[in-house]
């Protein structure tokens, strides 16, 4: 288990009391959020803790996902968490949608950036001038949030744009098109599946890798290395998939992973490509551990 793992559930948790290394309170719930004012840009199952996620955005940060170059000042994302209902079977009820139905609510995931506010935060942990804190269900803002917990998942795993972890699906939102990768480079070392597996989460928004061999909004990737292309059983491929044929080897899933839309012009798959070759060799060799 690496410490990612171990840690997965503490982003929908509320966090236990601790010293918090910068000040959680300054980030604000503004009292104008509401779901249907802001810009609701992604929703995630979460099999792994039985919960389902609610992403929105404001004004500021949509406008700025527009352009490159990072989120303006006063970028504020909400992420509304929810426990999953549970079926007969205890299992969380899937909608027509493939959406996990909303049980109870359980916090607001907060992020505000600001200038200087990263001042404060060592470097070991600082996410450029990103502040996270919890509002409970009464919109209180949770003072004992431990923002360094919040701080050291975000930092390892969010470097794609901005920290955000959801950028891609936030871009998309913003500009109405999934955006690619102009220039990529090779790898330089041979790929660190340890290194890989903390990639995979910019993958796990809609792939699972376990045995379950559950498909979220993309397919299972348990085994994939090796595996036919656009074949996965119960999984709706698009037609470009669908006709692709061929096998993913490893120079197959390289080029994938630099930009999926240059191996499948018209693929559902929501994503720009690693520029790094040495991301994509990473994650490659995560996914060879997964048979
Ligand atoms: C175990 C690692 C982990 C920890 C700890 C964590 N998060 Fe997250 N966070 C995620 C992941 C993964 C996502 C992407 C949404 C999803 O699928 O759950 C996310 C998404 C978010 C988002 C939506 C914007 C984005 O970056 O995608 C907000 C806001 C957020 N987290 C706030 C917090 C706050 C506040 C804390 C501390 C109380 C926290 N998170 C702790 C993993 C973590
Ligand atoms: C926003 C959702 C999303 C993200 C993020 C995403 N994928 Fe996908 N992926 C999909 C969808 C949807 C498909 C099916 C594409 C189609 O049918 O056109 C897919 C297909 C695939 C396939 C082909 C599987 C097969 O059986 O043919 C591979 C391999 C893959 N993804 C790997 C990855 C990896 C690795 C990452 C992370 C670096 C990733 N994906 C990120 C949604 C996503």
Known sequence: ?????????????????????????????????????????????????????????????????????????????????????????????????????????????????????????????????????????????????????????????????DFVLSWDELVVKARGAVPTVTASTPAAAPGDPARGKALFTRCSNCHTADKSGKHKVGPNLAGVVGRAAGKAPGFAFSPALDRLGGHWDEARLDAWLAGPQKVAGGTKMVFPGFAQGQDRADVIAYLRTLD
């Open 1 to 161: 288990m690496t410490r990612i793992w171990a840690l997965a559930a503490a982003c929908g948790l509320i966090l236990a009391a601790g010293t918090a290394q910068a000040n959680p309170k300054r980030v604000r719930l503004p009292a104008d959020y509401a779901p249907d004012k802001w810009t609701l840009y992604g929703v995630h199952n979460r099999p792994d803790i039985g919960q389902v996620r609610y992403l929105y955005a404001n004004k500021p940060a949509i406008e700025g996902a527009k352009r490159e170059g990072g989120l303006p000042n006063g970028s504020i994302l909400v992420m509304e968490v929810y426990k999953a209902k549970l079926d007969a079977a205890g299992a969380p009820a899937v909608g027509a949608d493939g959406l996990f139905h909303k049980g109870d609510f359980v916090q607001y995931s907060v992020m505000q950036k600001e200038a200087g506010w990263g001042n404060d935060i060592p470097e070991s942990l600082r996410n450029g001038d990103w502040n996270y804190t919890v509002y409970s269900p009464d919109r209180a803002n949770k003072a004992d949030t431990r923002e360094e917990a919040c701080l050291a998942c975000h930092k390892n795993i969010g470097t794609s744009g």
